[in-house]
């Protein structure tokens, strides 16, 4: 499994660019726009084909599902410890994030996936991960009930290495959008997963 997260600013031709990576073949794409209002999020979802929301994965703005028809919510991990999830329990498929293998394996089997971080030093966020140990630590992974998903300094040079430690799938964010060539980076990054 592949998945994309947008960045937190927005990008010249962004939907332009999500609506092709899913012609590409990008499974989920996680909606991570902090500073947006509501209209500008609005606009943004207009701007994806509706034919794709099914796999679009929102980080906030969880009243606007049922409008966009988008069955998929994302919850940070502060926000899983305060429980807001429990709200959403009807039928909507909910993921989070965890920053260490100790945290994934406490997670109830209601969460479809955990997106753990910083598998390798960030692209997007200079410095941050140098020191992470998480590559390493996910042999010590027993929790089956949740899928892995790595995320942080994934490109096509090392996305291999994600599956090789046992992860589930891996999620791309610098590796896309610090690329001058986005669809090109996506389409390296899949042909990777799809030979090995």
């Not at 031709?13 to 092709?20: A, G």
């Not at 899913?22 to 996680?30: A, K, T, Y």
């Not at 140098?130 to 630590?137: A, P, R």
């Amino acid at each position: 499994m592949i998945i994309v997260i947008t960045p937190e600013a927005p990008v010249s031709k962004e939907t332009e660019i999500i609506n092709q990576l899913f012609h590409e073949g990008l499974d989920l794409l996680h909606i991570r726009k902090p500073m947006f209002s509501n209209e500008e999020m609005k606009s943004f979802l207009n701007g994806i084909d509706e034919e794709f929301y099914s796999q679009l994965v929102v980080h906030g703005f969880y009243d606007m599902r049922k409008e966009y028809s988008i069955s998929r919510l994302h919850f940070r991990e502060a926000d899983r410890l305060e429980e807001w999830h429990k709200v959403f329990a009807d039928g909507t498929i909910i993921s989070t994030s965890v920053h260490d293998i100790e945290g994934f394996n406490a997670l109830e089997k209601e969460w479809e996936y955990a997106l753990i971080s910083p598998f390798f030093p960030s692209i997007s966020k200079k410095g941050y991960g140098e020191q992470s140990t998480i590559m390493e630590d996910v042999k010590d992974r027993n929790n089956q009930k949740v899928k892995l998903i790595a995320l942080g300094g994934i490109n096509q040079d090392n996305i291999s290495k994600v599956f090789e430690r046992g992860a589930d799938g891996a999620a791309l964010l610098g590796g896309i959008w610090e690329s001058s060539e986005p669809i090109n980076s996506f389409r390296k990054c899949r042909k990777t997963i799809l030979s090995s």
